[in-house]
């Protein structure tokens, strides 16, 4: 397995004619595939393909797929637009949900590939140190504000990977299972949670991110 990331492995130089493309056209290519066939059609072969050259050639910039993946989400990390940090900082960080969540519904595959594997490049580091500036009064420890960040990154894939997942019938399907649990009589919790009438409206995602935050790091 491969412990140093890719950011910091020399290039190779190959042999015989010099590189005909850069690493962020290769990242560019592959961006573009898993955007048109999802993050399943991303391979070595197929981007190469993009590319109008051969498998082998990639490998003067990536070692292998993961790498591949890992120069695509770090390259997520650019499409933030945020203003520079001042004022509250719980509108400040929901701001960069929000943002992460435009960039995760931009680009469907995102969400699992941040939920299984997790990465820190230079772009996404530049976000690690906008969240950072953010928080930069705030009397947590650095350890709990990096929590934070590590948090909201991962809760913000997880709801916007079940927002994706709406559309695919899966809460009738979910609903239709639990009306069949309550109907066996076997689960009087959830038979008490789910009676009363009709059920509240869900919280906003925004309102379940606030209220983690806050937990994490207080009022």
Do not use: C
Not at 60 to 80: G, I
Not at 101 to 128: A, Y
Not at 130 to 140: C, D, S, T
Not at 159 to 179: C, F, I
Request: net charge negative; no cysteine.
């Amino acid at each position: 397995m491969e412990t140093v990331p890719v950011w910091l492995r020399e290039r190779r130089t190959g042999v015989g004619r010099p590189a005909e493309r850069s690493r962020a056209e290769v990242t560019a290519a592959a961006i573009a595939l898993a955007d048109r066939e999802g993050l399943a059609a991303v391979s070595m072969r197929r981007v190469a393909a993009e590319l109008g050259t051969g498998a082998a050639s990639l490998y003067r910039y990536v070692d292998s797929r993961d790498d591949l993946l890992d120069l695509m989400t770090d390259e997520m990390a650019t499409e933030y637009q945020l203003p520079e940090p001042g004022g509250p900082w719980l509108p400040a960080l929901l701001e960069v949900y929000r943002q992460g969540r435009t960039v995760m519904l931009r680009h469907t595959w995102l969400p699992e590939l941040m939920l299984t594997r997790s990465t820190l490049g230079p772009h996404s580091t530049e976000l690690l140190e906008h969240v950072l500036a953010i928080l930069a009064a705030h009397p947590a420890g650095a350890g709990r504000k990096l929590e934070a960040f590590a948090v909201m990154t991962t809760l913000t894939a997880a709801l916007t990977l079940n927002e994706l997942n709406a559309s695919s019938g899966a809460p009738q399907r979910q609903g239709a299972y639990l009306a069949h649990a309550v109907a066996a009589g076997r689960h009087p919790h959830l038979t008490a949670a789910l009676a009363g009438g009709p059920p509240t409206p869900a919280p906003r995602f925004e309102d379940t991110v606030s209220r983690v935050l806050t937990g994490l790091l207080g009022e």
